[in-house]
């Protein structure tokens, strides 16, 4: 019996990992935070090597807005701190997403519209699995400018909207 609950938990594990290994799109939908009206969604799409990251969010006020990946797939708190902070396997410094040296999940800033809406679509490095993955981590939107230099979040000011990166078919 024993060798029977071993094996049904090895092969759940290993279809797991290999679903895992199959996934080629995530999305995050976006839900405000610290009292903002923002929503949106991310789709992240593995596009050979790379994946595209197009992003569409609106209530927001217009200018430009820090947009980046946390470290932690939890959007609970009222604040969105619970998402911990920026994603970074590679312990980089924080940068714009051309820079040489950024953290994973550094996308920069997402433009909005007088309308209130914004649009981001942008190609790069991103995991959807091992160690340095973006699934089950989250998108989060600030209310200010990222300056695309200081540590540890561009100086973007407060968390308005966040998303958990789920597996999507």
Not at 7 to 23: G, N, P, R
């Amino acid at each position: 019996m024993k060798t029977i609950i071993l094996s049904l938990t090895f092969l759940c594990a290993l279809a797991a990992f290999a679903h895992a290994q199959d996934v080629t799109k995530a999305v995050a939908n976006l839900q405000p935070s610290s009292g903002s009206q923002v929503k949106g969604t991310v789709i992240f799409t593995k596009m050979g090597d790379d994946v595209q990251v197009v992003a569409d969010v609106e209530n927001l006020k217009p200018g430009k807005h820090g947009f980046h990946i946390h470290e932690k797939g939890d959007c609970s708190a009222p604040d969105a701190s619970s998402a911990g902070a920026h994603f970074n396997p590679t312990h980089q410094h924080h940068g714009g997403p051309d820079s040489v040296e950024r953290h994973a999940g550094d996308f920069g800033n997402i433009t909005v519209d007088a309308s209130g809406k914004g649009h981001l679509d942008w190609k790069g490095k991103l995991k959807f699995s091992g160690a340095e993955s973006i699934i089950g981590k989250s998108v989060i939107v600030h209310e200010k400018e990222d300056d695309l230099k200081t540590d540890p979040s561009g100086n973007s000011g407060a968390r308005i909207a966040c998303g958990v990166i789920e597996a999507a078919k």
